[in-house]
Every structure is written in C-alpha cells, then in structure tokens.
Antibody, heavy 126, light 108 residues
C-alpha cells in the first residue's frame, strides 16, 4: 500500500535553509488526479499547508510562505522535496508530506490530503 | 486570505452525538473535508467532498456543508473518537489549501 516517508535534518540553525525529502513507495508519483504536498504543525498547534506539487513540476504555495518555499519533484526517485529558507524558531514544527487528491470536471475543486507520512520534527535552534 | 473557524473544544458523553462546526465565507460553495488526529499520530481523513467517508471510516462519522458552515457529526461517540479534528477546504481564488484551527473533542 501507499507509504510516504519524510527524511532530513532534525535540527536547523536560524537563518539557514530547511531541507526535507518525501519518499513515496507503493505507488508512482506520476499519477493523474494527485498532487504531493507538505503540511506542518508547530508543537501544540494546528495544521498549516505549505505547498503542493504535481509530478510535472507545477507548484502552488501558501501565500504566507511563498517567498521562502521551494518544492521540487524527482520522478526517477519517486520523491519530492521541500526547501524553506531563512528559518526562525517559528518554523519549528512537525513536517508532514502527503498525497493530495484533486477532482476533475465539475468536481475540480475537490481537494484533500488522502494519505500522510508519519511526520518529522524539525527544530530551529542555534 | 480565506479563513476557516472552528470551536477550540467540544465535549460529549459516550454514546451521544458530537457536532463540530467549521465556518467560512460561503463555505457551502466549496468542498469541505475533515481530518482526525490523535496525540502523536498523523492526521487521518474521515470525511471528504463534504459528506463522503473513506474506506475504513466507521459509519458513525458523517458530514454536511451548506451556507457558511460545514459540520462533522459523530453519532454514538466512543472513547476512541477523542481526538483533534480539523476541517479543510480548497480556496480557488488564492489556489490554497486552507485548514481550520482545529477542535479538541473530549469524550467524558
């Protein structure tokens, strides 16, 4: 079955760039009707969508993070990645990757995260 | 930016019906979904496209969406349903996935 696994450093220094990779297994990342997304959750707080990518490389980002976020995809490795620049303590969070379904036709606006990775805690601290 | 508002907490007695609301401007014109998150775990989709249940989600979970409010209803609430619940919708005007702030459901 589909599995997503986040990987990357658990500690990042302030002002540096956070980099995470999500490895997808059990299905190809080259799939119609699916985007691949990143979501984060600061300790004790709610969920925040960071951005999503289609296997072709087209992306869309949370407007509040857009200036610092880059999401890319490597179809040969069945992976997609997140880079968040100029991090501060406010970026400390559990980062999740997820498969995002989107509808077609009259259901084009149906979008939800269908499968989630287990999440990885990234702490921003010197 | 588009916002979704949820009550911070809801309490329910075992066996009773729990209702969690999610409010947003003309939310009924969009499609809402709901996630359940238990402590230390990843979120799990429990309702999508307003009122559809994914495979494996018990029938006691149901959803509706009209006007400015989407509602998650848990009938015959069980202790295992105690969790945080998040609503989410797609805002096409900003091309954004938007989450509500979350509601902590307590079964007592």
């Amino acid at each position: 079955q589909l599995q997503l696994q986040e990987s990357g450093p658990g500690l990042v220094k302030p002002s540096e760039t956070l980099s995470l990779t999500c490895t997808v297994s059990g299905d190809s990342i080259i799939s119609n009707n699916y985007n691949w997304g990143w979501i984060r959750q600061p300790p004790g707080k709610g969920l925040e969508w960071i951005g999503s990518i289609y296997y072709s490389g087209s992306t869309y980002y949370n407007p509040s993070l857009k200036s610092r976020v880059t999401i890319s995809v490597d179809t040969s490795k069945n992976q997609f990645s997140l880079k968040l620049s100029s991090v501060t303590a406010a970026d400390t969070a559990v980062y999740y990757c997820a498969r995002q379904f989107y509808g077609s036709g009259s259901y084009y606006n149906v979008r939800y995260f269908q499968h989630w990775g287990q999440g990885t805690l990234v702490t921003v601290s010197s | 930016s588009y916002e979704l508002t949820q009550p911070p907490s809801v309490s329910v007695s075992p066996g009773q019906t729990a209702t969690i609301t999610c409010s947003g401007d003309r939310l009924g014109d969009k499609y809402a979904c709901w996630y359940q998150q238990k402590p230390g775990q990843s979120p799990v989709l429990v309702i999508y496209q307003d009122n559809k249940r994914p495979s494996g989600i018990p029938e006691r979970f149901s959803g509706s969406n009209s006007g400015h409010t989407a509602t998650l209803t848990i009938s015959g609430t069980q202790a295992m349903d105690e969790a945080d619940y998040y609503c989410q919708a797609w805002d096409s005007s900003t091309a954004s996935m938007v989450f509500g702030g979350g509601t902590k459901l307590t079964v007592l």
